[in-house]
């Protein structure tokens, strides 16, 4: 019986550090806060874009399109994951991803995960975008 703890704390060890490694490859973006890197579906830390079937979804996309599709990014996992993906924050050329996709007005911060970190980029005119409960900050 021990052993068999043994060998699933051996595991688990095992998989905490692979979540941490960088990941790291040519992106393809799924819509404003997603990207499949190397094969590894990514959900952008702390960004709250609109769906696709929302208004903004597809111009949150299509920015995000044309900053990294088919160019190599790096991406620190939390250790987290949402609904399947990994999350991450992810660079471009040492760039923030999510910042820039918030400061260009194309999606929110969402301060339960980003503590904050984005909201000195948002801009006024996202106030129109949707912002998701999950995103609200636990008391």
Same mark, same amino acid.
């Given at each position: 019986?021990?052993?068999?703890?043994?060998?699933?704390? +051996?595991?688990?060890?095992?998989?905490?550090?692979?979540?941490?490694?960088?990941?790291?490859?040519?992106? %393809?973006?799924?819509?404003? #806060?997603? $990207?499949?890197?190397?094969?590894? %579906? +990514?959900? $952008?830390?702390?960004?709250?874009?609109?769906? $696709?079937?929302?208004?903004?979804? #597809?111009?949150?996309? +299509?920015?995000?399109?044309?900053?990294?599709?088919?160019?190599?990014?790096?991406?620190?996992?939390?250790?987290? %994951?949402?609904?399947?993906?990994?999350?991450?924050?992810?660079?471009? #050329?040492?760039? #923030?991803?999510?910042?820039? +996709?918030?400061?260009?007005?194309?999606?929110?911060?969402?301060?339960?995960?980003?503590?904050?970190?984005?909201?000195?980029?948002?801009?006024?005119?996202?106030?129109?975008?949707?912002?998701?409960?999950?995103?609200?900050?636990?008391?």
């Amino acid at each position: 019986m021990r052993t068999y703890g043994a060998l699933i704390g +051996v595991m688990l060890a095992a998989a905490a550090a692979t979540a941490a490694e960088p990941i790291y490859g040519r992106a %393809r973006v799924i819509d404003g #806060d997603t $990207l499949e890197v190397a094969g590894v %579906r +990514v959900r $952008l830390e702390g960004v709250a874009a609109p769906e $696709l079937s929302e208004a903004g979804g #597809d111009a949150a996309r +299509v920015f995000l399109e044309r900053l990294v599709e088919g160019r190599v990014v790096v991406c620190a996992p939390t250790g987290r %994951r949402s609904r399947g993906r990994r999350v991450a924050v992810c660079r471009l #050329d040492g760039r #923030d991803l999510g910042e820039m +996709v918030i400061a260009a007005g194309l999606a929110r911060d969402c301060p339960r995960y980003s503590r904050g970190r984005y909201a000195a980029v948002e801009r006024e005119a996202a106030a129109g975008l949707p912002f998701p409960g999950y995103c609200q900050p636990r008391r």
